[in-house]
């Protein structure tokens, strides 16, 4: 692969976590509930680590 034209100028993270819970006693009481949380990360402090990561890979023919 040639990455030699590739420059990272961002990178972005998004983790969908989805959380359920029930309690209660069968038959008698029962309750249930649900939470779904979305989490978006930037990620600019490690783009230029990438970059230059990214010219190593492709100085050494990878």
């Known amino acids: 692969m040639n ?5 990272i100028e ?3 993270l998004e983790l969908n976590l989805k959380i ?7 038959v008698l009481a029962e309750t249930a509930t649900e939470r779904s949380f979305t989490i978006n990360l930037l990620l600019d402090a490690i783009v230029g680590e990438l970059n230059n990561i990214v010219a190593l890979l492709d ?4």
């Open 3 to 7: 990455f030699g034209l590739a420059e």
């Open 20 to 26: 359920t819970g029930k309690a209660g006693l069968p």
């Open 59 to 62: 100085a050494i023919g990878v």
């Open 10 to 12: 961002e990178m972005r």
